[in-house]
Nanobody
Framework: QVRLVESGGGLVQAGGSLRLSCAASGSIISIRSMGWYAQAPGKRRELVADITSDGSTNYADSVKGRFTISRDNAKNTVYLQMNSLKPEDTAVYYC?????????????WGQGTQVTVSS
């Protein structure tokens, strides 16, 4: 069984920083990509950033220059360094991974971690 476990959310003032982590565990053969999505109240879940196994990254326009995604392939872990946070970044952040496991392949999601940015 594959699991994605996020950590690092919390409450921060505008202009502050947070670092999110997500570790994939279980019977994993290979991971194609890992990423982060955000879902604010009343809105749909949207891509924040993702990174492929070869290190290629993709960012939403709203976070370019403020957020950095990175990955430790040996630990099956992805990080999201969030700087210069704004109140509009407030959302539940979900980890996402496209991977192949011994029993299943496809897209997997974490349980989500709350990020709240106060003004």
């Amino acid at each position: 069984q594959v699991r994605l476990v996020e950590s690092g959310g919390g409450l921060v003032q505008a202009g502050g920083s947070l670092r999110l982590s997500c570790a994939a565990s279980g019977s994993i053969i290979s991971i194609r990509s890992m990423g982060w999505y955000a879902q604010a109240p009343g809105k749909r879940r949207e891509l924040v950033a993702d990174i492929t196994s070869d290190g290629s990254t993709n960012y939403a326009d709203s976070v370019k220059g403020r957020f950095t995604i990175s990955r430790d392939n040996a630990k099956n872990t992805v990080y999201l360094q969030m700087n210069s946070l704004k109140p509009e970044d407030t959302a539940v952040y979900y980890c996402n991974s496209r991977l192949i496991g011994t029993r299943a392949a496809g897209v997997f999601w974490g349980q989500g971690t709350q990020v709240t940015v106060s003004s």
